[in-house]
Structures are given as structure tokens and as C-alpha cells.
């Protein structure tokens, strides 16, 4: 496990995720991958995502809808994120573990940042995650649960109706792989299936714990108390 790099104080949090907003309102690319790298090298992954790049997203969301922020600064944002988290990404084998764990958004579910920035958490942890990304069809799913030999899977996304549709199809990968839901999705109740907390580091302890002790079918991993 190679999860605490460096403690930050609240206020050098607040100045990094500051300093990174300002990157992304300015449309400053270089500028933001400098510091997303160079966060993510003193302070490790888990400060980067659940400190920094959560909520500033969230922010940026926010802003967006209220309109002081326009679609392109949200693209550019996410874009050079996207290629930031890929390049700390290290092949798989790498890790001490070849426990694999399956990330995917369902199908028509576009927000596949957060199941990159959740692998990330996940490596650190010795885990091997495997990112399916946005879109993934259901039958893909399961085939990859099957052939990855995976421990558990993670499905993330905002639109929580869409899945509680195809509930059936849910119970059923659960009862091959234990499945946890995360993000909005968590609002579709299905039994047995797993909730992952808010709270990143929350979220990603349980999942190292399901897949450390085997099939725990049914988990809620909701955190004491819900933070950033
Ligand atoms: C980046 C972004 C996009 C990008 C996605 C890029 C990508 N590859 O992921 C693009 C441009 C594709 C996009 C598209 C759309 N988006 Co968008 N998007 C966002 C934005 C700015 C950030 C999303 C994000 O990654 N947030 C970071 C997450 C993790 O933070 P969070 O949502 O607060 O989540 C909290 C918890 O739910 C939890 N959590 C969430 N996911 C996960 C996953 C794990 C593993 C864990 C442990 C926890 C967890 O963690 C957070 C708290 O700690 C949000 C704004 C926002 N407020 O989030 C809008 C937002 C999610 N989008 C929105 C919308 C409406 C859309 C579109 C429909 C827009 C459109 N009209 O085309 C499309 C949807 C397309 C589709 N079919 O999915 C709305 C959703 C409203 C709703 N609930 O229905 C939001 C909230 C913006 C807004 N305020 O209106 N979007």
C-alpha cells in the first residue's frame, strides 16, 4: 500500500484546490497538469482526487450551471484530467496484487471521470483496477467480470432511473461478482447490492476490504459522516 504521501493543513487543501480552478478558468493547460502532477507527487493519489479534483469538479459543475463558467472550460477541464490521470496510471501488473476490480459507467452514462480517478485510489492500494469507461453495454460487463475473474465491480454514474430498470440484470451480476453502486446511482435501491460512500477514501477502503476478504454480498459502505 502506498497510500499517505505528505499531510496538507485545511488551508494548504483550499489553496491547491484554488490554484487548480484558477488553471481551469484561465483554460491554462500546462498550468494545470503542473500542478495536478506535482500535487499528486508530494501530497499521493488520494489527496489529488478526494481533496482537490472532487470537489473542484463539483465546483466547476456548479459554476457551469449557474452560467458563470462556460461548456469549454468543463470539456477543457475534464480532457486534460483525463490524460493527467491516464499517464499516473501504471500497468496493472505493477501492483502487489492480482486481485482486479471492475470499474464501468452503464450504458448511455457519460461521467466516467470518477471511475478514473477512483482506479487511481485503487492502485495505490494494490489492487488492479480495470476501467471500462463510460458506456459500457451490459453484456460487455458481465463478460469482463467473467474473463477478468474480477473481485468486485463498481458502477458509477449519475442517472440512477435509467438503472433501476434493468434491476434484473444488476442481481444478477452481483450474484456473480459482488457489485457495489457509487455516485447518484446509489439513489436505485436494489437488494443486495452494495453502496459505496461519498467520502473517497471511505469508498475505497471498502472496496480493498470486499476484495481482500472475498464475496461480502450486500455491503453499504456509507461513511460515519459524509465528507469531501
Ligand atoms: C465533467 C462533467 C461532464 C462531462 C463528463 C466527462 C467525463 N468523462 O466524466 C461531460 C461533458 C461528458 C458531461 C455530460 C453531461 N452532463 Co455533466 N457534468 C460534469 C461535471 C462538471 C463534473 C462531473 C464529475 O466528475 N464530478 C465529480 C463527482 C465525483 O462529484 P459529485 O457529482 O459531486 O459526486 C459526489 C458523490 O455523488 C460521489 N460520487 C460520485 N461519483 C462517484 C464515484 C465513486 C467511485 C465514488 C467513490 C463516489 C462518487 O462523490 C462526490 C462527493 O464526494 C458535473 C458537475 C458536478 N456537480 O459534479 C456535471 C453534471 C454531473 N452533468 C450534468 C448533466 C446534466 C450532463 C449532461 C446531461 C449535459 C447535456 N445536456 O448534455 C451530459 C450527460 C451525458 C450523459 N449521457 O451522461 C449535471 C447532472 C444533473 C443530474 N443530476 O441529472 C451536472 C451535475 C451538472 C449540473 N450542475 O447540471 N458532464
Given at each position: 500500500m502506498t497510500v499517505a504521501v505528505g499531510s496538507m493543513s485545511a488551508q494548504g487543501v483550499l489553496d491547491a484546490r484554488g490554484d487548480v480552478f484558477d488553471a481551469i478558468l484561465g483554460l491554462d493547460g500546462d498550468l494545470l497538469k503542473h500542478q495536478l502532477l506535482c500535487h499528486q507527487q508530494r501530497y499521493?493519489?488520494?489527496?489529488l482526487v478526494a481533496d482537490v479534483l472532487i470537489p473542484v469538479l463539483r465546483h466547476v459543475g456548479d459554476m457551469w450551471e449557474s452560467g458563470k463558467l462556460g461548456v469549454?472550460?468543463?470539456?477543457?477541464?475534464?480532457?486534460?484530467i483525463r490524460s493527467v490521470v491516464g499517464s499516473f496510471r501504471r500497468p496493472s501488473f505493477t501492483a502487489n496484487s492480482s486481485t482486479s476490480v471492475l470499474l464501468a459507467c452503464p450504458p448511455g452514462e457519460l461521467h466516467d471521470l470518477p471511475i478514473h480517478l477512483f482506479s487511481l485510489m485503487l492502485l495505490d492500494r494494490g489492487l488492479a483496477p480495470v476501467v471500462l469507461g463510460a458506456n459500457t453495454p451490459w453484456k460487455a460487463l458481465a463478460a469482463a467480470a467473467r474473463s477478468n475473474d474480477c473481485a468486485v465491480c463498481v458502477l458509477s454514474g449519475i442517472n440512477p432511473r435509467r438503472i433501476s430498470r434493468v434491476a434484473t440484470v444488476l442481481t444478477t451480476l452481483n450474484a456473480a461478482t459482488p457489485l457495489f453502486l457509487a455516485g447518484p446511482l446509489k439513489a436505485c435501491h436494489i437488494d443486495g447490492?452494495?453502496?459505496?460512500?461519498?467520502?473517497?477514501?471511505?469508498?475505497a477502503a471498502a472496496i480493498t476490504a470486499v476484495a481482500a476478504h472475498g464475496i461480502q454480498h450486500g455491503v453499504t459502505s456509507e461513511a460515519p459522516s459524509s465528507a469531501g
Open positions: 499521493g493519489n488520494d489527496s469549454l472550460h468543463e470539456h477543457h477541464a475534464s480532457g486534460i447490492i452494495g453502496m459505496l460512500s461519498d467520502d473517497w477514501r471511505h469508498a
